[in-house]
Nanobody, 120 residues
Framework: QVRLQESGGGLVQAGGSLRLSCAAS????????MGWFRQAPGKEREFVAV???????YYANSVKGRFAISRDNAKNTVSLQMNSLKPEDTATYYC??????????????WGQGTQVTVSS
């Protein structure tokens, strides 16, 4: 059974930083893109960042320059360093496995989500 387990969410003031981590089990994602999506209340789940199996990142415009995605293929993990956080970054953040397209409906593997709340 494939499982993605996120950690690292929490409450932070605007301008602060958080680091999310995701550990995968049941399947190796070392050669597959992994990524992060987020969903705010009343909104659709949206793409945040993806990293290829070889480490090439791609970001949504809304987080470019503030967030950094990384991965450790040996540990089957992916992380998201979030800096200069804004209240509009408040959402539940989901780890995603085998992200071929930056669209939530195309993702087959999801974590359970971790809440990030940014206060103004």
């Amino acid at each position: 059974q494939v499982r993605l387990q996120e950690s690292g969410g929490g409450l932070v003031q605007a301008g602060g930083s958080l680091r999310l981590s995701c550990a995968a089990s049941g399947r190796s994602f070392s050669s597959d893109p992994m990524g992060w999506f987020r969903q705010a209340p009343g909104k659709e789940r949206e793409f945040v960042a993806v990293i290829s199996g070889t480490g090439s990142p791609y970001y949504a415009n809304s987080v470019k320059g503030r967030f950094a995605i990384s991965r450790d293929n040996a540990k089957n993990t992916v992380s998201l360093q979030m800096n200069s956080l804004k209240p509009e970054d408040t959402a539940t953040y989901y780890c995603a496995g085998d992200v071929r397209v930056a669209a939530a409906q195309e993702v087959h593997y999801w974590g359970q989500g971790t809440q990030v709340t940014v206060s103004s």
